[in-house]
C-alpha cells in the first residue's frame, strides 16, 4: 500500500490517500472497483430514505418584525454629518419548523416568531400560507403556530427523546440562512445538557448534537435514523463548531395540553384534562396513550361519567393514537356541542370499552371590564380592524390599554396606556373577554409574563398578579 503525493503551487501538500496496487511512475494503475449488485441501488442511502419520508413535514417560517434602525434621508450632507436617521422598520427573519398534524398545526421554536407582526410558513411544494401564533413558551423556546391549508398536510412522526443514545446518527432538516430544505447530518452528542442564554434564564435537558445547525434552522426538527423526529433544533454554540443544541420532542409532547388548552383558547368547557403515556420498546417503538389526568368535580365531564385514568380512544369517532390526536379534537370543541369519547377504562382482563358523552359547556365568562381592572387595573378595548387602522397598529388581534390605574399590577409593570397587549402568559389573546378568562384562573399571587406593543416596539415583560 502506497500514498499518492502530489505538490501544488508554493510547496502545498496534499495528499491523495492510500490506495492499493499502485505502480510508481508514469504507468499508474488504479485497483479495479467492484460492481454493484445487479438491481441495488447504492445510491439509496438511509439518510434519503429518511428525508424524503421527512421533507415534505419540514417548513420555513418568515416573519416580518419592526426593528430600529439608521436609514438614510437622501439628504447626502445630512447623511454624511449625522448618519441618517433614526427609524423604526420592518425587517424579515427566517426559521424553520414541523407539521404535528394534517390539519394545520406547527411547531417551532418561540424566538423564531418572537416580536413578529406577521409570520408566514411555506411548505416544501412552494405553497405559502399565513399562520396565527396560538401560544408559546418562552422557559422552552417553543411555539405552537396554525396555518388553514385547502387541503390535509403531510405530519411528521414524533418519536421520544427518553432513550436517546450517544452516538447514534440524527439529522437536521431546515431553512439555514435562507436555503430551504437543506439536510445535515451528525451524531447524538450528549444529552441532558444546559445552555446558558443569560444571567436569569437558562434551557435544560437539551440534546447536543454535532450535525451541522445554522441561523434559519432554528424550530427545526432532528430526526433519528427510522424519520422519527426526536427534537426541535434551537440553538448553536457561536464560538465553537459542531455544538449545537435541540429540544427533546417528549418535553415538547409533555407541554403540548398547556398549548391546546380549550378553554383557554375558544373559552369552551369540558371539565376534564389528559396527558400521554409513553411505552418505549427498541430499537425505535413508541406506543402512546392518552389518559385523563383530571376531572372537575361537579363540571361536564364529571357529570358525564369521566374519571380519572380512563384512556381516550375515539373523540367524535376520529382515532386517538397520540396526544396531538387529542388535543386536535378537544381544541376543535364548541360550546353548545358534545364530544362523544370511546374510552377503555380499567386494565388487563377488567378493561371495558365505553361511551361518554361529555356536553361542551361555555366557560363561565367573568364581567370582563371587572375583572381587568381587579387584577390588572386597568380598561381595555378589544382590537378590530376598524380600531387597528384607526390607531395604526402594527397586529390585527390583541387589546388596546385605555386607562391604567396607579397602584395596579399594570401600572407598577410599566403598562402605558395606549399599549397593546397581544398574549398573557402562553396564550395569544384575541378580546377582552380573552384576558378576563385567562385572569380568572389566577387564584394566588404569581407572576405571568406578558406581551406588549408600544407604538411600532414590540416585546415581553412580567406583571406580578394578585
Given at each position: 500500500?502506497g500514498?499518492?503525493?502530489?505538490v501544488f503551487?508554493?510547496g502545498?501538500?496534499l ?13 499508474f494503475?488504479p ?5 454493484a449488485p445487479?438491481?441495488e441501488?447504492?445510491?439509496m442511502?438511509n439518510?434519503v430514505?429518511?428525508?424524503q419520508?421527512?421533507?415534505?413535514g419540514?417548513v420555513?417560517i418568515?416573519?416580518t418584525?419592526?426593528?430600529?434602525a439608521?436609514?438614510?434621508t437622501g439628504d ?5 454629518f ?6 423604526q422598520?420592518?425587517a424579515?427573519s427566517?426559521?424553520s ?13 418561540e424566538h423564531?416568531?418572537d416580536?413578529?407582526t ?12 399565513p ?6 413558551d418562552?422557559?422552552?423556546?417553543l411555539a405552537v ?7 390535509p ?7 421520544a427523546?427518553?432513550d436517546?443514545?450517544?452516538g447514534e446518527p440524527?439529522?437536521a432538516?431546515?431553512n ?11 451524531i ?6 444546559t445552555?446558558?442564554?443569560?444571567k ?6 437539551l440534546?447536543q448534537?454535532?450535525?451541522s ?8 426538527p432532528l ?5 422519527q423526529?426526536v ?5 448553536i454554540?457561536?464560538?465553537?463548531q459542531g ?5 427533546g ?12 388548552n380549550p378553554?383557554?383558547l375558544?373559552?369552551a ?8 403515556k ?10 402512546s396513550r392518552?389518559?385523563?389526568?383530571t ?6 365531564a364529571?357529570?358525564?361519567g ?8 375515539e ?13 386536535v379534537?378537544?381544541?376543535?370543541a364548541?360550546p ?8 377503555e377504562r ?5 378493561a ?8 361542551v359547556?361555555k ?8 375583572t381587568?381592572?381587579?387584577k390588572?387595573?386597568?380598561?381595555a378595548?378589544?382590537i378590530?380592524p376598524?380600531?387597528?387602522t384607526?390607531?395604526n397598529l402594527p397586529?390585527?388581534r390583541?387589546?388596546?390599554i ?10 407598577k409593570?410599566?403598562?402605558?396606556a395606549?399599549?397593546v397587549l ?15 378568562t385567562?385572569?380568572k384562573?389566577v ?7 406578558v406581551?406588549i406593543?408600544?407604538g ?9 398578579l394578585?
Open positions: 500500500m500514498y499518492g503525493v502530489r503551487g508554493a502545498m501538500l495528499i491523495v490517500g492510500a490506495v492499493a496496487g499502485v505502480v510508481w511512475g508514469e504507468n494503475v485497483a479495479p472497483v467492484a460492481a445487479a438491481g441501488n447504492l445510491r442511502t439518510d430514505r429518511v428525508y419520508m421527512v421533507k415534505d419540514v420555513n418568515s416573519s418584525r419592526i426593528v430600529t439608521r436609514v438614510g447626502q450632507v445630512f447623511d454624511r449625522f448618519g441618517g436617521q433614526i427609524r422598520v420592518p424579515e427566517l426559521g419548523g414541523f407539521v404535528i398534524h394534517p390539519s394545520g398545526y406547527i411547531v417551532t421554536n423564531v416568531i416580536e413578529a406577521e409570520v408566514n410558513v411555506q411548505f416544501s411544494n412552494g405553497d405559502k400560507l399562520a396565527l401564533v396560538i401560544a408559546t418562552n422557559e422552552h423556546d403556530l396554525k396555518v388553514t391549508p385547502k387541503k398536510l403531510t405530519a411528521v412522526q414524533l418519536g427523546s427518553e436517546l443514545m450517544i440524527v439529522c432538516i431546515g439555514p440562512f435562507g436555503y430551504a430544505g437543506t439536510m445535515t447530518r451528525g447524538v452528542s450528549a444529552v441532558n445538557r445552555l446558558e442564554v443569560d436569569s434564564h437558562s434551557y435544560k435537558n440534546i448534537t454535532d450535525a445547525i445554522n441561523p434559519g434552522n432554528s424550530g427545526g430526526i433519528n435514523a427510522y424519520g423526529v427534537g426541535v433544533n434551537t440553538a454554540r457561536a464560538d465553537a455544538i449545537g443544541f435541540a429540544i420532542i417528549s418535553s415538547m409532547r409533555d407541554l403540548l395540553p398547556a398549548f391546546l378553554e383557554a375558544n373559552r368547557k369540558i371539565g376534564f384534562a389528559v396527558e400521554e409513553r411505552t418505549i420498546t427498541a430499537p425505535a417503538g413508541v406506543a392518552v389518559v385523563v389526568k376531572v372537575e368535580a361537579d363540571g361536564p364529571a357529570k358525564a369521566l374519571a380519572v385514568g380512563d384512556e381516550l380512544v373523540i367524535n369517532k376520529t382515532p386517538v393514537n397520540t396526544i396531538v390526536d387529542a388535543l379534537s378537544l381544541s376543535a364548541r353548545g356541542t358534545k364530544l362523544v369519547l370511546a374510552v380499567g386494565t388487563g382482563s377488567g371495558k370499552r365505553m361511551t361518554v358523552e361529555v356536553p359547556e366557560a363561565a365568562a367573568p364581567v370582563a371590564d371587572k381587568l381592572m381587579e390588572l387595573g386597568v380598561e378595548e378589544t378590530t376598524e380600531l387597528a384607526k390607531l397586529i390585527g390583541g387589546v388596546v385605555t386607562v391604567v390605574n396607579s397602584g395596579g399590577a399594570a401600572s409593570a410599566g403598562i402605558e395606549g399599549d397581544f398574549q398573557l402568559g402562553p396564550y395569544y389573546v384575541s378580546s377582552v373577554e380573552d384576558v378576563a385567562l385572569l384562573t387564584n394566588q399571587a404569581m407572576d405571568v409574563r406581551g406593543i408600544r411600532q416596539a414590540r416585546g415581553h415583560g412580567v406583571v406580578h394578585q
